[in-house]
């Protein structure tokens, strides 16, 4: 058996644990902000570029869904 001192070192070690319903909901608020910043980058380049079709919008906005597609899923994986 373990003896007290035993257990409360084995206590230090061990991280606390955020709370599961505060991490999903930062990664969902960080997928949601790195989708909008792309997204009004792009049509600022757009409109700075004066473009009929919003080329710098679609392209800058499907890399910033893909990054924060990637940063969620390396988020989830971590141990």
């Known amino acids: 058996m ?8 084995e206590n230090q070690k061990r991280k606390p644990q955020p709370n599961p319903y505060v991490k999903y909901s930062a990664i969902a608020f ?6 909008a910043a792309g997204v009004l980058l792009g049509r600022w ?4 570029a004066v ?3 919003p ?3 679609l392209g800058i906005g499907l ?8 940063l969620t899923l390396r988020d989830l994986l971590k141990k």
């Open 30 to 35: 960080q997928m949601g902000a790195i989708i």
């Open 63 to 70: 890399f910033s869904i893909f990054a924060a597609l990637y």
């Open 55 to 57: 080329w710098y919008t």
């Open 2 to 9: 373990m003896n007290q001192q035993e257990t409360d070192q």
């Open 45 to 48: 380049l757009d409109e700075r």
């Open 51 to 53: 473009n009929e079709t």
